[in-house]
């Protein structure tokens, strides 16, 4: 299983950007997808996570109203919608997977794949 992600870039405040994760080795249809941020000098904290089949999302308190996480199924990708970006939005995203839904789907450890990261930087 690899997790690519990409998108990620400099933007000012109350700009949008929109993170792509592709995946490819199997099937993700009965995957959990996960979308986890680090800033500088922080622990990884949850974003959003959602069942591939589903096409629901759960999203954190930070980010509610403010980023939609999506999928398609044809290019084995899901998405991460950024919009109205505030500097505390600056960190490394990352993608993650695990084979079947999790009730812990907030936790890191909960996920066996991850893709490499890719910077957000919010400038004010």
């Known amino acids: 299983v690899q997790l690519q992600a990409s998108g990620g870039g400099l933007v000012q405040a109350g700009g949008s950007l929109r993170l792509s994760c592709a995946a490819s080795g199997r099937s993700f249809s009965n995957h959990a997808m996960g979308w986890f941020r680090q800033a500088p000098g922080k622990e990884r904290e949850f974003v959003a996570a959602?069942?591939?089949?589903?096409?629901?999302?759960y999203y954190s308190d930070s980010v509610k109203g403010r980023f939609t996480a999506s999928r398609d199924n044809a290019k084995n990708t899901v998405y991460l919608q950024m919009n109205s970006l505030k500097p505390e939005d600056t960190a490394v995203y990352y993608c993650a997977a695990r084979s079947g839904w999790t009730v812990n789907y907030y936790s890191e450890y909960e996920y066996d794949y991850w893709g490499q990261g890719t910077l957000v930087t919010v400038s004010s």
């Open positions: 959602g069942r591939w089949s589903a096409g629901w999302w």
